[in-house]
Every structure is written in C-alpha cells, then in structure tokens.
C-alpha cells in the first residue's frame, strides 16, 4: 500500500518529472520497463500511447492505470522512474527506500514475439544505430512492406522512437518477424565480435594510457565550458539536446539526428574521407555539443567503437608557435603516456580505425587552409596547422576518424572536398529552450516565471532559440523579470543586461546601469581593448603578459567576463579567453563607442568590412586602427582569412545596438555625448551605404517576369545590425529604396534571430512582395517571428526549414487574414496530417488563393481526404504540390473528386504518391471535367496499362490538358512505346 500513497501523493512531481524536459523520451523509456516487466499489457500500451495526443495526456493515463493495477506496480513503476530521471531532474521526488527490483528475468522467453517484449528496453538501444538493416531484413523475408518501412522510419522521430515504432510493428507481425529482428542483432553481434577479435590485443602500458586518457578527457569536459562555466555547472545536469540535421538535397526530408549519428554511416557522401564538420552559427552550442560526445566517451556511455579520443580546441592551438610531429601534437596537447610512448604512438598508427580526434573551432584559426601544402609522415615536424590540415584531409594518419566544428562561412569548397559529411547544428527547438530553462533554473518557481517572460515576447524567445543566449537570459533571470515591459528585444539589449548582471553581483550599492558603467568604466575599457585587440588579430586566449599590457587588473579578471583558459598545454603561466567568443565582440564594441582613442575611421572600416572582403583586401587596414602604442608589436601583416569576417561582423551589430537612440543616454555618463551622437550617425550612414550597394546589385527584370532580388553575402548582417538600431526611421528609409517584387533569401543560414530582423525591416514595404527563404532554419520559432510582416507578402517560399505542424497553425491563423497573399511553398519540412486541416481552413476562407505546395512531406490519405474538404470549397487555386507523400489511392480519390469541377485549377502534382489504378481511374475524371487543367504529373507512381487507358479516354474528351506526366510507373518499354502512339501528350 505504501507505494500507491508515494505515487498518489507525489502524483504532480511524477507528471512533472516525465514531461517536463518537452521530450516524450522519459515516459517512452518508462514505458519500456513497465512492458517488459509484464506490468503492462499491450492493450495497455496501446491505450497511453494514443497518436495525436499531447505528452501531458499520455503520463496522466500511466499514473492512473499503474495505480489501479496496485502496489506491486507502483511500485515497479517508481523503480522505473528513479532509474530512468537522471540525478539532476529529480527534483523533489521521493523514492521507496528499497524499490522493487529491475533485474532482468533469469529465464528468458522461448518465444520471439515474449522475447521482443521482454528484453525491450536493451532492444531499443540495440536497434537504433541498424535501423535501415533491420528493416531491410523484414522485407527481404516478406515480413514488412515498403509502406509499413516508411512508417517507421518518420523523419519527425528520433532513431530511439524509430526503434520503439519498429518493434511495435513486429510485435503485431507476429512470431516470424519477431525471429527475424533477433537474427539480425545476434548475427550484428557476432560480427562485431569477429571485428574486435582482429584488433590486437592491447598491452598493460596501453591500458594504463587509456585509462589516464579517459580521466584526462573526462576532467577537461565534465563541467560546462562555455557561458556559465565558471559556475563549476556539471555539463550532465545542463546539458540539452540540440536539432542536428544533415544539409538539405532536393530530395528526401529532414531526419532527427542523435548524438553518435555524429561519427555514425547516416549522411556520409564521400566514403573515402574521414573529417565529419559539425557547422553552426556562433553561440549554437558547437562546444558544448563536442564536449559531449567527449565526456560520453570517457563514461563509456557512447562512441565506445574508438579505444581512444584526442580533444583539441584550435583556439589553443593558435597559441602553439613551435614545429611539432603528430606524435608530439596529440601526447603533449593532449595526454602524455607516462611509459612506452612508442608502442601506444605504434598502436594509433596500426589501427586509425580505432582513434578519434575533435578539433573545436576550426574558423578560429589564424591561418588560411592550403591543400597543396601536404605532409605524409607522422614523425615530420611542421607548423601546427599544416599537421592539422593534412590530418583533415587524410595525408596524415588515414583512417582516423576527425570531427571539426566550425561556422559555416569559415568552410570553403578547398575544404569541403575532404569531408566524409557535413552536420548542420541549429540551436534550440522550442522544447530544448524549455527543457533547458528547467535544468538551469533549480527553483522551479522561478523557471516558471522565465519561461513565461519568454513566451510573452516572441523577439526574446526567438533569441534563446541560440544556446549561449538561452544561457545568458536564464543566468540573467532576476534582471529579466524585473525588466517588465521593457524585456530584451535584441542581441544587443541581452549583453547588457549580462553586463548589469556581473556589476550588479560585484555591488553592494543599487545603482542604474549608466551608474554601474561610469562606476567600472576602467574596467570596461582595459577589457574593451584586450578584447579588440583579440578580434582585430585572430587572438582569443590572452597570456599575462597580454593582460598586463592592456593593464587589466586582478581586480578587472575578477569581474567574471574572462576566465582562465583551462588547457594545461600553454606552460605554467595562467591564459585567460573570454567567456564566449561573442562576449569578446561586445568587449570591442563597448571600446570602440567608449574609447577617445576611437574616431569615426574606426567604424567606416568595420563596416566596409564586407567591401574589403569582396575585392580581396587584407584587414590590416582595420588592425592599424589598434592603440598605436602597440601597433607594432601586436600587428600582424598576414591576410585576412574567412574566420576573421564573423566576428567582426557580430562587433558591427554590437556597435550599432550600442550607438542606438535608445541606448546612447547610457554612455552619456562615460563619454561626451556629443562624439557618441557623432558615431551613432556614422553608423546610420555605413549601413544606408550598405544597403544601397545591394540594391544597386539588383539586374533589371527579363521581360515578361518580376523584378528580383538574390541576397549578396551580408545583406542579412546589415538587416541584423537596422533591427539592432531599434529605429523605424531607419527601416522605413531602407525599404523605400528597395523596389523588387520578388526578395530572394535562400541558403543564407536564416534562422528565428534573422526572422525578426528581417521582420522589422521588411514590415514598411509599401509594395507587396514574394519572400523567399528555402534552405535555412527558420523551424517553427521563425516562422512566428515572421507573422508581422505577412501582410506585405504576396507569397512565401518555405522550403527546407524543418517546420512542423505546430509552426503551420500559427502561420495559417495569420496569413487568412493578408489579402495580398496568395501562395505558399512548404515542401521538405516535416508536415503531417495533422497541417492538413489549417491548409484545408485557409482553402476554404481565401478565395483568392492560388498556388499550395507541399510535396515531400508526410502526408497520407487521411490528411489529403482533410485536404479535399477545403479544395471544394475553394475556386481559386491554380497549382496544386502533393509530391512525394503517402496518398495512395484512397487519398487521390478524394482530391480528385474534390477538383473535378474546379475552373481554376492549372496543375497539379502526385509524383511519388504509391497511387495505383484505383487513383488514375478517379483522375481521369479530373482531366474530362476541369475544363482549366494544362498539367498533370503522376510520375512515379504504380500505375498499369489499365490506369493508363483510363486516362487516355479523358485525355480524348479534353483538348484543353497540354501533358500528361507518367514517368516510372508499372508499364512496360512495349506498353509504354504503345501508349505514347496513342496519345502523344502522354511524356513517359
């Protein structure tokens, strides 16, 4: 009985506790247990696990049937949950002082099909690295479909609920099926066997190497790096999950990645590499994500196929001027052996298979990369960079798995060719933003209130859609919840809030920020120019010697903005780095709007930066602008690489929030205010110049099509750097000039931050426009942030943007209400049929809507039956998009009589869509009554010669219909040279 109180009085906690991360994965890995256990039926299962229904619903229904059932399941059940929460996310719950035991069954099953059931929650684990394998094995012993395949394999599912789906398939196969999928896992088992079994034999001296390695990597990565680091924050207790995805092809849709899919065979299209790139944005959680899958490593949780793992941070390694071999390289940066380093160097050279290298921050390297320079032997000393950049490229230790993160822009095509494959990182979803508030906050009260304070401004939330801004406006929760209605709205307002933060903790008086500031303003200065300095030259760890010539104090170090570099390769002197790399940008704006040693020159070439980088120019014109003190010793007269152009490009948007009108009354206490009125209209001027060039970029329109605009490298920076500025006057002159009818902003790394910039400016057109935004990021939080500006759009192009149906219903509810807008183009996100139902609202209410796309989604007869309703209604559309989804035939039937009687309908599209005879029979009726219709395609599908005379005779009764599309359906080379005799506006 005491185990049904404990969950009867915790109930709220447990609820709490299973949903509270925004994930389905603790209640799924739960559910498992319970399953395998025997706690729970099928029929039970079925009952909480019902599609559609919200997280919060499905717990609810397993702690009412567990408590039913009575105390010797509450009581397996609590045991489930205390094995499955981790430390940190147990809050305030209580556990049985001897909880039921989770041992495994001595006896294990007979039977297949018990067995599946029985050994679940291992199987999961099993299963997710082989999914592809596995059901390509039903299918070749006829146990599953190519349908029931596609089903498992959803896009919207990570590889562990893929893995759950798949054996919840076999379960209802059967007995056969279930014998089929432990064949598989032994037969992998046993081959993997058969791989260790070649490995040699590892000595004594090696094991204690590796030993001291996994210490070494797991005391460098367990405590959080970043933003926050300083809080000793274990990286287990704060980590969350981050969207992964592979680079967008023309075809195919996104797919959830985990975390070993990293280094896994997922993505790879170059087979003989063996560099993975993980690029993102600055501030997107690369580091803390590379940290990781190190500290996996070292727990042995993951990445266990490599005997040993070399961390380096190319930021560190910039500080290395000597000659070094690979073998000095990775024992004195990494971990010494204390005995025989031959034989353990001897081992990596033997077996690269087995190592794995990470090298953090590739686009912070000073130096360009070359590919003619190349080093073959192991032992040949050279520059630290031409090590690294053979190894990248495999001239050095082939085999040797390397995993690089780097922003995107810093990644040429020179570089390119020598990856295995590239994964995208994208920051926050809307559920890690909350997830990860949960976990930073250990007052739930008070992670309330800031989650809260987010939701109610959509500029802040889109903001923290970037970890280290998450990070930041969580440290910072007393500032934001104090803030009212005057909370952050950009980048730059986030930084100085952390900025009153860390002088607020170092004061014991209350004063206002401008009191603050003209209180540390020595500091700020001694940091703004340590931090300029850094910029300026590719410098972001800085020695003593650095910090004593910039006269940074104890006292300034103390302040918590730097921190001390934690690589113990750099001798015994103390290294200090900034926080996060985009703090050392604020540091330089803060310089050059508060220094007097900083004229206007200083900001005409920052943001002629671009100009600079267009034509070739070195930077050193932007470096002479250092302390001429200085200048000679620190200057460098290298040229600029593509590293450099990031970061000062984040300074010139910190500059111009900084210089914003509603800002500047807080530099008045530090400066004369008439030098910063002085800057601020000199960074009016550099971005209205900016602007201007772009717009003159603009070729005029080819007759008969619109005039159009494609976005040049730092279009959006400039956007970036108006909405940071927070002045209408500004937008309002910018949009003015700009006179296109089509803005075209594809594969420019848009993302929720860009949305709302892009928003503020792009709302004061007076013309509608076309915006389109394929290739990027905008996910489900950009698209939010996008809604203000929809009445200026007359069409929106969504491509590629990993966008649900949640993003869908609020862009839906908005656009119904914007005359001017007439077509959408959502194809590759991660639709369902659930999306189905606001398309078919917005049909239905604008009849003046023309163009629906929404191939390569998951769509299936029931969303496209969902669909037809709103198609009847509506008497506008002319272009119809439904390639590559799952209508079949039943889901062709109903769009067909949907459409049969429309006079507006030009084209439409089913590519890819399973549809058969049945389909084709119904479509025909569309090509003889739709008096409109010019275009047809049905390739790829399973149409037969039966399906095809079907819609020859409808062909023969419309002269109106151009072409009937039928390429790769189930005819024949005789059927089909046939059929095109007989009608030729058949194209096979």
């Not at 590889?159 to 076999?170: E, F, G, K, T, Y």
């Not at 250092?626 to 600029?640: D, G, I, Y």
């Amino acid at each position: 009985m005491f185990t049904q109180e404990l969950l009867l009085k915790q109930r709220t906690e447990f609820l709490h506790a299973l949903c509270a991360c925004g994930s389905a994965q603790h209640l799924e890995r739960v559910l498992d247990i319970l399953l395998a256990k025997g706690e729970l039926g099928w029929e039970d299962y079925q009952s909480i696990q019902v599609p559609g229904r919200t997280l919060y619903s499905n717990a609810r229904q397993l702690l009412d049937l567990v408590y039913t059932k009575g105390a010797d399941s509450c009581g397996i059940f609590i045991a489930a949950v205390q094995q499955v929460l981790p430390e940190a996310q147990r809050g305030g719950l209580s556990f049985s002082e001897r909880p039921s035991s989770l041992e495994d069954q001595e006896n294990p099953p007979s039977a297949s099909a018990e067995a599946l059931v029985a050994q679940r929650p291992s199987l999961v684990y099993k299963l997710q690295g082989c999914i592809d394998g596995v059901l390509e094995a039903l299918v070749d012993s006829g146990q599953f479909s190519s349908d029931e395949c596609d089903e498992v394999q959803l896009p919207v599912h990570t590889p562990s609920q893929q893995a759950r789906r798949l054996l919840d398939h076999v379960g209802s196969k059967g007995e056969a099926a279930a014998a089929v999928v432990l064949q598989f896992i032994q037969q992998r088992k046993e081959l993997q066997a058969q791989v260790s079994q070649k490995k040699p034999t590892p000595t004594k001296e090696f094991l204690k190497y590796k030993k001291k390695l996994r210490s070494s990597v797991s005391a460098q990565s367990c405590f959080l790096s970043t933003y926050g680091g300083t809080n000793h924050t274990a990286l287990d207790d704060i980590f969350t999950e981050v969207q992964l995805e592979l680079p967008h092809t023309g075809a195919g849709v996104h797919r959830a990645l985990g975390l070993e899919d990293i280094v896994g065979p997922v993505g790879t299209v170059n087979e003989d590499a063996d560099t993975v790139l993980v690029s993102g944005e600055a501030g997107s959680g690369k580091s803390t994500l590379l940290q990781k899958l190190q500290l996996l490593w070292a727990q042995g949780a993951a990445l266990q196929d490599f005997v040993l793992l070399f961390p380096f941070s190319c930021r560190r390694l910039n500080s290395e001027d000597r000659e070094l071999s690979v073998q000095e390289l990775l024992f004195e940066h990494c971990c010494w052996p204390d005995r025989e380093q031959e034989e353990i160097f001897q081992f990596i050279l033997d077996n690269p298979h087995c190592i794995l290298f990470t090298f953090d921050g590739l686009d912070e390297l000073k130096q360009s990369f070359f590919d003619e320079h190349r080093l073959c032997c192991p032992t040949q000393r050279a520059p630290v960079n031409l090590l690294l950049f053979n190894l990248i490229q495999g001239s050095l230790l082939k085999g040797v798995r390397k995993v690089v993160t780097s922003r995107p822009e810093a990644v040429g095509p020179g570089l390119k060719k020598h990856l295995c494959k590239e994964v995208l990182l994208k920051g926050f979803s809307p559920s890690s933003i909350d997830c990860f508030v949960r976990r930073h906050q250990r007052d739930a009260d008070v992670a309330v209130k800031v989650l809260e304070s987010l939701h109610a401004n959509t500029a802040l939330l889109g903001l923290c859609h970037s970890p280290v801004l998450c990070c930041i406006v969580s440290q910072c929760h007393r500032e934001l919840l104090g803030c009212g209605e005057g909370s952050p709205q950009t980048i730059t307002d986030v930084y100085v809030m952390i900025l009153q933060h860390f002088f607020q903790r170092h004061s014991t008086a209350k004063r206002t920020i401008g009191g603050w500031l003209q209180e540390n303003l020595r500091t700020v200065l001694r940091l703004g120019q340590l931090a300029f300095k850094g910029i300026a030259t590719t410098c972001y760890i800085f020695s003593d010697t650095d910090l004593e010539i910039y006269g940074v104090t104890e006292k300034d170090v103390c302040m918590s903005f730097l921190i001390q570099s934690k690589d113990m390769s750099l001798g015994h002197s103390k290294h200090y780095e900034f926080l996060h790399v985009t703090m050392q940008c604020f540091f330089a704006a803060l310089f050059i709007v508060l220094s007097s040693h900083h004229d206007g020159s200083t900001i005409l070439k920052l943001f002629e930066l671009q100009d600079m980088m267009d034509t070739g120019l070195s930077s050193t014109c932007f470096k002479a602008c250092l302390p001429s003190s200085n200048k000679e010793e620190n200057v460098s007269e290298e040229r600029a690489t593509a590293a450099e152009t990031p970061n000062l490009q984040i300074t010139a948007t910190f500059v111009s929030g900084l210089l914003s009108q509603r800002l500047q009354k807080l530099w008045f206490h530090c400066c004369s205010s008439a030098v910063v009125e002085k800057k601020s209209r000199q960074v009016e001027r550099c971005v209205s110049k900016g602007m201007q060039k772009h717009f003159r970029s603009i070729p005029r329109p080819v007759q008969g099509e619109k005039k159009s605009m494609h976005a040049m490298p730092g279009f959006v920076w400039l956007i970036k750097c108006i909405y940071e500025m927070q002045e209408s006057r500004i937008a309002k002159d910018v949009t003015s000039k700009l006179q296109v009818d089509h803005l075209k902003l594809t594969y420019c790394n848009i993302g929720p931050v860009e949305c709302t910039a892009l928003t503020y400016v792009l709302q004061h057109l007076k013309k509608p426009v076309g915006l389109q935004l394929d290739n990027n990021s905008v996910g489900d939080v950009g698209v939010e942030q996008l809604l203000p500006c929809m009445h200026i759009c007359n069409s929106l192009y969504l491509r590629n943007n990993n966008i649900t149906d949640e993003g869908i219903h609020k862009l839906i509810t908005k656009v119904i209400q914007c005359d001017n807008f007439q077509k959408i183009a959502l194809f590759n996100n991660r639709l369902t049929d659930a999306c189905t139902q606001h398309m078919s609202h917005l049909l239905t209410n604008k009849q003046n809507f023309l163009s629906l796309r929404l191939g390569n989604n998951n769509i299936t007869a029931e969303g496209a039956k969902q669909l037809a309703v709103g198609l009847k209604q509506n008497h506008s559309l002319q272009f119809l998009g439904l390639w590559g989804n799952k209508i079949e035939d039943a889901g062709a039937e109903a769009i067909a009589s949907a459409l049969e009687s429309s006079t507006s309908l030009l084209w439409l599209s089913l590519v890819g869509n399973g549809v058969g005879d049945a389909g084709a029979r119904a479509l025909s009726a569309v090509i003889r009554n739709c008096v409109s219709l010019e275009e047809l395609w049905l390739t790829e599908n399973c149409i037969t010669r039966t399906g095809v005379e079907y819609l020859i005779k409808a062909i023969k009764q419309n002269s109106h219909v151009k072409s009937v599309w039928l390429k790769n359906n189930n005819l024949s080379l005789e059927e089909v040279e046939e059929m095109k005799q007989i009608e030729p506006k058949l194209i096979f």
